[in-house]
């Protein structure tokens, strides 16, 4: 069973920064073997995938948030971060974390999912 907790939502005025967290726990899960994910939630629209990391450091960014947020992981603390800066009102959203199933960026539906956290961008 794995458990993801996302962390670091909030407010931001537009064109600040947040860093969200995800920190994965459970049996018989080995972290650094998994690509990782951050969805978002937008008011109103579908769910949509952010951005995206293999267990070999790949990555791969929704076009509107490229080159603006970045992410990454510390296998050994077993977290996920996603490092987001120049915010516009259009990134607000339920942000979740989620672990794929295999160890390459895939378009399989994670099994594994956070709760969400909130962040909001406004003036």
């Known amino acids: 069973q794995v458990q993801l907790v996302e962390s670091g939502g909030g407010l931001v005025q537009p064109g600040g920064s947040l860093r969200l967290s995800c920190a994965a726990s459970?049996?018989?899960?080995?972290?650094?073997?998994?690509?990782m994910y951050w969805y978002r939630r937008c008011p109103g629209k579908e769910r949509e995938l952010v951005a995206s990391l293999s267990s070999f450091g790949h990555t791969k960014y929704e076009d509107s948030v490229l080159g603006r947020f970045r992410i990454s992981r510390d296998n050994v603390k077993k977290e996920l971060y996603l490092q987001m800066n120049m915010l516009k009102p259009e990134d607000t959203a339920v942000y979740y974390c989620a672990k794929g199933a295999r160890s390459l960026i895939s378009d399989q539906e994670p099994a594994d999912w956070g709760q969400g956290t909130q962040v909001t961008v406004s003036s």
């Open positions: 459970g049996s018989g899960f080995t972290f650094s073997n998994y690509a």
